[in-house]
Every structure is written in C-alpha cells, then in structure tokens.
C-alpha cells in the first residue's frame, strides 16, 4: 500500500482541481492553491513546513514568470489601442489578396497571437471576417476557423503566453528555445487546420448572423502605424531572447570560436525575457503615443487595465507552479515510472506520450489549456525526481535529457499539443468563438472542437518527428 501512496495523493490533488473548477465553479486560482495544500499536507515533510513552502514554491514560478505576463499583458493593450494589429492585418490581406484571405487572417492569429491572448485576436479579426464573407457571400466558417486555428496554436505554444512560457519555466529550460520550437510545431499544425477547415465549411454550410457590436469595420491604412512600427512589439523580444538561445547553442558545441564567447555575457543581459518584454513593451507604448496622441492620464489608464487582467493570470499560473511543486515533494515520480516495466520506464517516447495524454485528459476535464498545460509540466518535471539542490543548474537539466534521450522542449510542445485536445463547452475559447461567431453551441462542436483536435494531433506528430529527428543533446 505505501509504494502506491503517493499515487493516491496524485488522484486526490487532480480531483480536488477539477472538483473544484468544474463542480463548484471556483476560480481556477483557488482551486490549485487548496490542491496544492491538500498535496502538500499528504506529502512527506516537517509538519511546520507543508504550508509554508507552497508559498516559497508560488513565490518561485512568480519570479520566473510574472514579469513577462504582466508586460505581454500591456503589450497586447498597446498594440490594439495604437492601430498595430489592424496593420499587420492589413498587410497579410494586401499581399495575400481576397482570394487567399483565409491565409491571410490565418497568418494574422498566427502573429498577433504571440504577444496578443487569444481572445483579444478573436475580437480584432471576426469583424474582418464578416466584412469578407459580406463581399464575397461564401466562407464564413472558413474565415473563422483561420483565425482561430492561426491564434489557438501560438497561444498553446510560443510564449510570452502564459501557457508556453510556464512550461519552461516548470521544465526549466530557456525560454527562447520554447519561441523557436514552438514556432516550428506550431505552423506545420496551423498550416494543416487551414487546410482541412474548407471541408468543415461546405460540409456543415454554417449561415452567417447578425451578432451586433462586433460588425465594426477595421481601421483604415491612414489610421495605423507603418509595417515596420506595427511589428517591432512583436519581433524585437524574439530577437532579444533568439539572440541569448542561440549564443548558448552554440556553445554548448564543439570548439566555439572565442567570438562567442565574449559575447555571451551580453547575449544573457539583452536576451533576458524579463529586459526583453519591457523593451517591446515600451515601444508597444510609445506607438499609442504617436498614433493616437494619448496624454499621461490616458496611458495610466490603459496599462492600469492591462495589468489587471494579466494579474488574474500570474496568480493562475502560479498558482499552478506551486501545485506541480507540492506534487513533486510529494514523490510521484518513482510512483509514476513503476507503472511501467523494464526499458519502457525510461523511455523518451514514454514521457512524451504520458504528457500528452495527461495534458489532453486534464483540458477535457476542467475545460482551461493554460491550467492543463501549467499542472501538466509540473506533474510530468516531479517524475525526474531531480534532487533540489540540482534544479535549475546544468547537472539538473543534463539528468533530465539523459533520461530523455532529446531537449525537454519537446516534452512542452507535447503538453502543449495535449492542451488542444477536447475543448468543449468548459472552455472559454469555445465559448468566444461560437458567442462572437454567431454560431450554435452543435456548430461549435462540429467545427471548433474538431480543429482543435487536428491542430493537436498534428502539432503531437510533428514533435514526435522533431525530438526523433533533431533531439539537440
């Protein structure tokens, strides 16, 4: 019975966040908070500790985080208010014409999804979307499904989202290898949903109605910043971060020149998420500046806003870090891996497969990605039973991708993958897609539900292919 306890206390954490989210509708901050205590009490330790280091480990995934939410958080706000999202819609359109705007407002999700959550992308682009099937009469499902297979897949998988930039945080890796990866798995999905989301329009024939507010008309040219101003939000941070992940590639090979080498101290000051975010973040800023002429009260104002709703999402995720903390002092790993027999305990594949499986269970479940994806991350890192005092150095990082046989990446973009997985009527982006789509909760089904889980299984394949192909260890 004791080597199945900590088992046992797995079963009873999970049930208490679902329990908790989906049965009594507590907030999801609430729910892993008491989780992690309830963990925290049944897991070994001094008495006089279980509570008090779920604060020390929430106050851990704060520090590695909170920065980078919070500033993305003003990041999206500024580039709504200032007409930079308009524009880079606008330019996908212009080069993709009419003809091609289901690439082009896919493309748009894409982008506008890396620093934007997804839910503000939905607004921004559903009124484009009418006004196209307006002109053209045919392809209104086709249009939504394009932003939303463009934005879902980014929002699962590149940070500065919540989702992907806990994960690395909780596996401890660079977060700048989570961007270039997640970019990678992300697009060949994307590319494939868009793909087979033409069959899903003609097949269900989905009528276009009337939603009201949201048949708004996108900003003209005239009105929003340059191509070049519009994406420096976006662009400047994945230079800064690529800038230190790439550096640190390379030296982590054999014989780098000594160029790398001195420039690596200053990589690792600019490629800091945290300088990185606050950098795009004040030129988000001064674009609302420029473009709208807002004085001093006004941007108060509007980052006062932002910061507000990027603070619910700290203390979720953190929340979140605490419980996968709590689930590790709770050791789960040993429990977990004796599940399996022989060479299959170790296996990279096995890693994989369990958290995209535990990720996909846990989003059908209790309905929030970022909740599948920051619970999942924390469970699947408790498994390495790396020792404390190893976490977060390169001892620690190189037990993990011995066990693994590939970089822990692939295990995020796996969690990721699984988070896409069975989204129904639990889950807020069904709820904003078929609200702002003018669509029946069975047409979402059909529709929403269905892309998604292509957009997961494709993005799971594409993992399986890379961390077989390219494992960079």
């Not at 729910?31 to 330790?45: D, E, K, N, Q, R």
């Not at 082009?104 to 934007?116: D, E, K, N």
């Not at 463009?150 to 989202?161: F, K, M, Q």
């Not at 957009?455 to 394949?461: C, D, G, H, T």
Request: net charge neutral.
């Amino acid at each position: 019975m004791e080597q199945y306890y900590p088992l046992i206390t797995l079963a009873v954490g999970v049930a208490t966040v679902i329990g908790m989210i989906m049965v009594l509708r507590i907030n999801a901050f609430i729910a892993l908070i008491t989780a992690a205590i309830v963990v925290s009490l049944m897991a070994p330790g001094e008495m006089a500790e279980k509570i008090s280091r779920v604060a020390a480990a929430f106050g851990t995934t704060a520090g590695k985080i909170g920065i980078v939410i919070a500033l993305a958080a003003v990041i999206g706000e500024c580039m709504m208010a200032s007409g930079a999202a308009d524009r880079i819609v606008q330019f996908f359109v212009q080069i993709l014409g009419e003809k091609r705007a289901a690439w082009a407002l896919m493309l748009s999700g894409f982008v506008l999804s890396i620093p934007v959550f997804f839910d503000t992308v939905f607004y921004l682009l559903v009124p484009l979307a009418r006004s196209l099937y307006k002109r053209t009469g045919k392809n209104y499902l086709l249009y939504l499904l394009a932003i939303a297979g463009g934005g879902a897949i980014t929002h699962t998988l590149v940070p500065p989202t919540p989702g992907p930039l806990t994960m690395a945080a909780e596996l401890h890796f660079d977060v700048g290898m989570m961007i270039l990866v997640g970019a990678l798995v992300g697009m060949p999905a994307a590319i494939v949903g868009l793909l087979i989301s033409p069959i899903m329009d003609r097949k269900l024939q989905v009528p276009f109605r009337e939603v009201g507010p949201t048949d708004e008309s996108p900003l003209e040219e005239t009105q929003v910043p340059s191509l070049g101003l519009s994406l420096l939000p976006v662009i400047l941070p994945v230079i800064m971060i690529s800038a230190n992940t790439v550096v640190g590639t390379i030296l982590k090979g054999a014989d780098p020149a000594p160029f790398w080498s001195a420039v690596a101290p200053y990589t690792a000051v600019i490629g800091n998420a945290n300088l990185a975010m606050l950098a795009s973040a004040a030129v988000a800023m001064l674009l609302v500046v420029k473009v709208r002429g807002s004085n001093k009260q006004e941007m108060s104002r509007m980052v006062e806003t932002s910061l507000m709703s990027g603070g619910v999402i700290i203390l979720i995720t953190s929340g979140g870090g605490a419980f996968g903390a709590m689930l590790q002092a709770a050791n789960i790993g040993d429990a977990v891996k004796s599940l399996f027999s022989g060479e299959a305990a170790n296996s990279g594949m096995m890693y994989l497969v369990l958290s995209y499986v535990i990720a996909s269970l846990m989003k059908f479940a209790q309905g929030s990605g970022t909740v599948a994806m920051v619970t999942t991350s924390g469970m699947i890192y408790a498994m390495f039973n790396v020792p404390k005092d190893l976490i977060d150095t390169t001892e620690g990082y190189d037990l993990i991708v011995q066990t693994l046989g590939f970089h822990p990446v692939y295990l995020a973009t796996a969690i990721g993958a699984g988070s896409l997985m069975g989204s129904w009527m639990n889950d807020s982006g069904f709820w904003i897609f078929t609200k702002m789509g003018g669509l029946t909760e069975a047409e979402s089904l059909k529709s929403w539900t269905v892309l998604l889980a292509i957009l997961s299984v494709v993005s799971m394949a594409v993992t399986v292919i890379l961390a077989i192909a390219v494992p960079m260890v």
